[in-house]
């Protein structure tokens, strides 16, 4: 009997240690996670820097009237040609492009409010240019803004240093 007590007890002193050192671990990981988190954090700090404060962006809409196109010369990704006259912005996107292309373009910037920078996006145009449909988009296809609050809620979900408390205005 005395034999079993030593061998369990030598079984909990191993234990033990392995869940000491396991503490550790995840102590490491849990730091290793926290600067990883910073270090995105000023990265998307800087590419937001970097392409400006203030980004004029341009979504060429799908037209009903193919022969409307007729009048659209050329898209690059920085400039469009209408008529005679060329226009350049920070990104252009083609009839083509994606709720999600749009959306991808501009979710640092979004994202730079959880470190508390304000962030604001406008969308701009005449009348039918495909606004609401940017910034809302359809039930099964959704737009910019609710891309962004799921992005947002998380971002906030997914840490686990921070909590975050969420108020939204219009």
Do not use: W
């Amino acid at each position: 009997l005395q034999k079993e007590i030593i061998n369990a007890h030598m079984k909990l002193e191993k234990m033990e240690t392995k869940c000491k050192e396991e503490a550790r671990n995840i102590r490491t990981m849990e730091d290793r996670y926290i600067m990883e988190k910073m270090t995105n954090a000023e990265l998307r700090k800087k590419i937001c820097v970097m392409q400006g404060n203030i980004r004029v962006i341009c979504r060429v809409r799908p037209l009903s009237d193919p022969n409307q196109y007729a009048q659209l010369k050329y898209i690059e990704d920085d400039k469009i040609v209408v008529d005679m006259h060329e226009f350049e912005f920070d990104k252009v996107f083609a009839p083509d492009s994606s709720q999600l292309m749009v959306f991808e373009e501009i979710e640092d910037a979004v994202l730079t409010c959880m470190n508390g920078h304000r962030v604001s996006i406008l969308a701009y145009g005449q009348t039918s240019s495909g606004k609401t449909f940017t910034i809302e988009g359809t039930n099964d296809n959704r737009g910019v803004n609710y891309r962004a609050l799921s992005s947002l809620f998380k971002y906030a979900e997914e840490s686990v240093d921070t909590s975050y408390e969420f108020r939204i205005s219009c």
